[in-house]
């Protein structure tokens, strides 16, 4: 597949193995899996990483809420190595755009991963916004999206061709639910889309014959039953 899959998460060992095994293209972190993985020391878990991780891109996301603060980290989250990208969300808790500061650090050279995007307007502004000249990502939610009830195919397809005319900016399918995601952002001509650890172990199933998957789920369904003990019948 042409499809770049990046890894999301933020425990270290499960990084390294994926780098080492050669199955993903990139990673990206954000505070919430930061929380999840136990990680306590921002700055040193980022270096660790970045020693170890040199030649893919890797994304850590700024923590402040205010547009002077959210620019300062920014600054210096660029500072630690080539190959990182700084995530920006959409906009802040007040729900004010971070598109002006996205243009100002962007046209200075700072590669960004824009996230949190929802909407076709905050997708078109931050299009519009990066720089044609820095390599940039635009994070849709799709997996969010979904929850919704609303097809997040289209959207993420007019994404792809808004973007065209800048090759550096990249789209990116965030919140993968499950592996067919991978298929369909490629088939929108996706560049980028992340997947959890447990996704990416589903993709053994590719191109499974459906007859056999199901034999062996009876199998399995009956290997349960019989340990289980079960009877229906007295």
Known sequence: M??????????IEGMLDMYREG?????????????????TDYRAFAKE??????DLPVSFEVFADDFEGMEAEAREIATWAENVY???PALNTKGESTKDLVRKLSHDGIKINVTTLFT???????????????????SI???????????????????????????????????????????????????IITVQN??????????KDLFEYSLDTVRGFNKDAQALGFHILP
Do not use: H, Y
Not at 120 to 138: C, K, L, M, T, Y
């Open 23 to 39: 199955n993903v293209q990139g990673f990206t972190t954000n505070p919430s899996l930061m929380k999840k993985g136990g990680v």
């Open 120 to 138: 076709n307007e905050q997708i078109s502004d931050f299009i519009e916004a990066v720089s044609p000249d820095v390599p940039s990502i635009i």
């Open 49 to 54: 990483v970045l020693s170890q991780i040199k």
């Open 198 to 207: 447990s996704i990416l172990a589903k993709r053994k199933n590719v191109g």
């Open 141 to 191: 939610f799709a997996g969010r999206i979904a929850d919704t009830g609303v097809d997040p195919l289209p959207v993420v397809a007019d994404a792809v061709k808004l973007a065209a005319p800048k090759p550096q900016c990249e789209i990116l399918w965030a919140s993968t639910r499950e592996l067919l995601n991978i298929f369909q952002a490629e088939s929108v001509g996706c560049q």
């Open 2 to 11: 042409s499809i770049k899959v990046f890894a999301d998460g933020a425990n």
């Open 86 to 88: 700084v995530k920006i």
